[in-house]
């Protein structure tokens, strides 16, 4: 398999511009030319038509970027299973949202060790968005997020949730916050719909961000009211930094795992959901308690 041809393909189809599908491959335009002209001329078919408007895809161009996605795809689980694996059966690379990982790793990662011997285990902490490239490029086996993008070659579902609570170093009350030292909280799309609708006057505020660690130095920093998560909450007022504005709603924020559509009943996919997802139900229950 020639997997530049395929790449560079993919890499069009995004751009619609040869000079910058060069670019960001970091090769010269006459490559890119060079790569679709082979690709052209093993199907026998033009793929795309260039004119002073741009780069089109043709009908052939069309019908075959699921096949190449998915050739993609399988190219790189192939080459991490050949070269990771090392002395283990196989190799998984696994994504986690931020804020997931700052209250899950080490236990994830302990239990799917106990549970899966065998298997040798990368995990990287990311936004949602880059996961969701990811696991299509074939460049993640499965991941933990926050908002799936149901990508056609992908499976998502639901397996739990995390809390944010309002908090703040010096009000006590909804009432009493101030907009110009409020901390917008950006965890999802869907979290900040919630937010514009429970809090809309504090829904434009000077400073923004989208990861609890930082949100909570910001706090501890500058001061201010902001949502973090529910354990992030509880410590931040052991340490009698911010309090929870009692008033204030707490906004939950749906878990997803995500998969390929074709390892989406794996045994070793399973395995590695069910542990975040009883992760997750052991954080629920701790917190009704």
């Known amino acids: 398999m020639q997997i530049d041809l395929i790449e560079t393909f993919l890499d069009l189809m995004e751009t619609r511009s040869f000079n910058r599908t060069a670019e960001r491959l970091n090769i010269t335009q006459s490559t890119v030319s060079h790569r679709v002209k082979a690709l052209e001329a093993q199907f026998n078919r033009k793929l795309f038509t260039r004119n002073k408007g741009g780069t089109t895809p043709t009908s052939s161009g069309l019908r075959f970027l699921d096949h190449a996605k998915a050739l993609q795809h399988q190219w790189h689980e192939a080459t991490r299973a050949v070269e990771n694996a090392g002395a283990y059966e196989r190799s998984m690379r696994l994504g986690i949202q931020h804020d997931l990982a700052e209250v899950f790793a080490g236990r994830w990662l302990y239990a799917v060790r106990a549970d899966l011997p065998a298997t040798s285990i990368y995990m990287e902490a990311d936004y949602s968005n880059q996961m969701n490239r990811d696991l299509a490029a074939g460049d993640l086996d499965l991941a933990i997020l926050y908002t799936p993008h149901y990508l056609p070659d992908l499976h998502y579902e639901r397996i739990g949730e995390m809390i944010y609570r309002l908090v703040s170093t010096t009000a006590r009350t909804v009432g009493e916050l101030q907009s110009e030292t409020y901390i917008q909280a950006v965890y999802s799309p869907a979290f900040d719909r919630a937010h514009r609708l429970a809090l809309p006057h504090l829904s434009a505020a000077p400073l923004a961000s989208g990861q609890n660690i930082a949100i909570m130095d910001l706090l501890k920093t500058l001061g201010g009211a902001a949502y973090v998560m529910s354990s992030t ?57």
């Open 233 to 289: 909450a509880a410590e931040l007022a052991r340490e009698g930094a911010a309090f929870p504005i009692e008033d204030a709603p707490p906004i939950p924020q749906a878990v997803y795992a995500a998969t390929s559509i074709r390892t989406r009943h794996a045994h070793q996919h399973r395995r590695i959901i069910g542990v975040m997802q009883d992760l997750l139900a052991s954080c629920s229950a701790a917190r009704q308690t």
